[in-house]
């Protein structure tokens, strides 16, 4: 099986975002919060996905604004 959790560290890596772009994002509702168990946080692998699903694309596809 693949990798199902990540967390803050490996986040941030992937995603190529600091901290504090990644907690601003958050706090706006535009981004997936973590998920606790005991004192640790993580995030779902398939739930950052379907967030970079829904980013739109950047040329190409029509949607740019």
């Known amino acids: 099986m693949g990798q199902i959790i990540m967390n803050k560290a ?3 890596e ?3 975002i600091v901290e504090n772009t990644l907690r601003a994002l958050i706090e706006q509702r535009a981004f997936p919060p973590p ?3 005991g004192a640790k946080l993580f995030w779902l692998v398939a739930e950052v996905v379907e967030w970079l699903q829904g980013r739109p694309r950047a040329w190409g596809s029509g949607n740019e604004e």
Do not use: A, F, I, V
Request: aromatic share 0%; charged share 35%.
């Open 14 to 16: 992937e995603l190529g």
């Open 35 to 37: 998920r606790k168990m």
């Open 10 to 12: 490996q986040l941030l």
